[in-house]
């Protein structure tokens, strides 16, 4: 397939595909506490055969054009992922997510897979508004879509139950035009 270096320290994003299913679980159980504190990503994985089906599904809603999942691997190691999800091209509108373990935070890695992915999205499938969904309390999240230059259009107030608690969703959004301006700037 192919790979897109982010910078020079060993970081690059590829597609995350079933075949991977060793590689993601094993990231998952370093990560999963870290990973699952606002949300329950990959949280069914728990061995090989759970594992390959969850990347089974995004491989399914990537040929359904309506996802794509991209992991982010440091120095060879898997340590997170990107992924646009409830992608509609003919609306011009999907959703922009990420993950990461321990080991990969603090990198910038996720601001950096991010820009590309945006490209992507928004040049090659004509995505006129991406959204960003985080929980107040994960403020790594929320530094993400500030520094890629997202408006805050609002928070849903416990719209969010996760492990018994209500948190807070913030939404934030990119429109293409914004995202090609910012292009621009030097």
Known sequence: ???????????????????????????????RAFINRFIPFGSGATDLATAREALQRYADLRAADSAFVHGLWLDGTLVG????????????????????????????????AMRPLIDWAVEERGIHR??????????????????????????????????GVRHDLEVWSLLAPEWRARGKQP
């Open 81 to 112: 992922g990107v992924l646009a999800l409830h992608v509609d091209a003919a609306a011009g509108t999907c959703e922009l997510g990420c993950w990461l373990e321990p080991a990969g935070t603090g990198r910038g890695l996720v601001t950096r």
């Open 1 to 31: 397939m192919y790979a897109i270096r982010l910078g020079d320290d060993g970081a690059e994003m590829r597609p995350l595909e079933a075949w991977h299913a060793g590689e993601f679980l094993a990231h998952l159980e370093r990560g």
């Open 130 to 163: 991406l959204e960003w969904v985080a929980a107040s309390g994960n403020t790594a999240s929320v530094a993400v879509a500030r520094r890629l230059g997202m408006t805050r259009d609002g928070v849903r107030r416990e719209a969010h139950l996760h492990d």
